[in-house]
């Protein structure tokens, strides 16, 4: 590995320096509060950069003799977070988030092709920062091959990302890199601070976590006239201008993906890659919207995004007891006081159920007093408030 001077930042975006309480504890990320296993739509995001950092790292890895330069790569993750999360169903009670991820990642790579991939692990909020400082030391020690350089550096996403991008070309040389960008809802992602990355030449390759329905909200549902000043600002910075005002145009039902599709568009530089819902949950509709500059990733990103649905599907098996009316809650969470088909919400992909167990669940959801389920027309009438089984309204010892 040879010696180039990386990263120009300031001293004062790296590292933590925010508050540990008394007992020397770290504040924990609200991720690492909740199990994973309850929220499909953060399982599903794990799952696809678990499979796919490792497999966009190889292709450039072993893409020798094709003027590719792999001898560094980049991971930047741009709202890293706290880099765990709590898991119900993994021995140690946790799993690692996209930073431990991006992290092993480069391990991983460097034993196998010898070459050094750089981890930058982007978060606004120090304690967050203080975490990832301590949970990358393992990395940052270590020896040869298994020592990473990453850094992690306490900041606005926006601020850094031109800085970031220089990194990745030192001395005119264009390095490639992998960038996610999952923010809470689509604040601290504007247009003018990823626009930078479109305009280079095969370098950088992109991941949003788009939240679709956070961005619909602020569209107040398509009346674009009532859109108060604050949320058109946000609008405009996320498009970079008017863009997204296209998708009501001429539209009668809500416009659920020309909101993703036109936001995919306003990145011509990066002609492949595509828009892949997530998982529901909560309700929350989100889409990876990937953009790519070849053909290649592509088509990587396409297998991964297929294999990482079907990870935990349950098709073809019958659902137990606990499981069915653990769905039929989600069901409900994600469809109160909606009138929906059988294909409105298998379409809705709220759970990972073929139509055979959605109709098993639905039948529980009606049992269970979360509407009312008619077989026949295959139709679920969604209540609004659950009507409580008795069990439930009894008070006992
Ligand atoms: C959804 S969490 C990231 C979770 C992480 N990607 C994972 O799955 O393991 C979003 C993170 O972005 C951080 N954040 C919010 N606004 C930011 C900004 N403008 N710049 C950088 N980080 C930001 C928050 O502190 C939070 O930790």
């Not at 977070?81 to 460097?110: F, N, V, W, Y």
């Not at 005119?172 to 479109?198: C, E, K, N």
């Not at 599709?261 to 890659?273: H, K, V």
Request: proline letters at 4%; one cysteine or more.
């Amino acid at each position: 590995m040879y010696a180039i001077q990386f990263l120009q930042l300031d001293a004062t975006h790296f590292g933590g320096g925010a508050s540990i309480n008394a007992e020397g504890a770290l504040h924990s990320h609200p991720d690492q509060r909740r199990l994973v296993e309850d929220h499909q739509q953060t399982e599903h995001k794990l799952e696809l950069y678990r499979r796919y950092a490792p497999h966009w790292a190889s292709i450039i890895s072993t893409a020798r003799g094709s003027g590719i330069n792999s001898s560094h790569l980049f991971l930047i993750d741009g709202f890293a977070g706290g880099g765990i999360h709590g898991s119900r169903d993994h021995p140690d009670g946790m799993k690692p988030g996209t930073a431990m991820l991006a992290c092993r990642t480069a391990r991983e790579i460097q034993r196998r092709y010898g070459n050094q991939v750089h981890v930058r692990l982007v978060d606004c909020n120090p304690d967050y920062c203080t975490t990832l400082e301590r949970l990358t030391v393992p990395f940052r020690d270590a020896e040869g091959h298994d020592r990473v350089d990453v850094r992690v550096i306490r900041h606005e996403f926006a601020d850094v990302a031109l800085q970031l991008l220089a990194e990745t070309e030192p001395h005119g040389r264009q390095f490639r890199s992998l960038w996610f960008l999952d923010p809470y809802g689509s604040a601290g992602m504007p247009y003018t601070a990823l626009y930078p990355l479109d305009r280079v030449r095969n370098g950088p390759e992109l991941i949003v976590n788009f939240d679709t329905a956070g961005v619909r909200r602020q569209c107040g549902n398509g009346h674009v006239a009532s859109i108060d000043a604050e949320h058109k600002r946000h609008l405009d910075d996320l498009y970079g201008g008017e863009a997204w005002v296209a998708a009501f145009i001429g539209v009668t039902a809500e416009p659920r993906d020309a909101l993703v599709s036109i936001y995919r568009n306003r990145f011509p530089g990066f002609p492949y890659g595509g828009a892949y819902q997530l998982r529901q949950s909560e309700g929350q509709l989100r889409h990876f919207v990937h953009l790519a500059k070849v053909q290649r990733a592509q088509t990587a990103f396409k297998e991964d995004y297929d294999a990482s649905f079907r990870t935990g599907l349950l098709a073809g098996r019958s659902l137990n007891d606990v499981e069915r009316s653990r769905f039929a809650r989600r069901l409900f969470e994600a469809f109160r006081s909606e009138v929906l088909t059988l294909e409105d919400m298998h379409a809705a992909r709220v759970a990972a159920l073929d139509r055979g167990q959605l109709m098993t669940v639905l039948r529980r959801a009606d049992q269970d007093g979360y509407g009312t389920w008619d077989e026949m027309a295959r139709v679920m009438r969604w209540r609004a408030v659950r009507l409580e089984p008795p069990e439930l309204l009894l008070n006992f010892e």
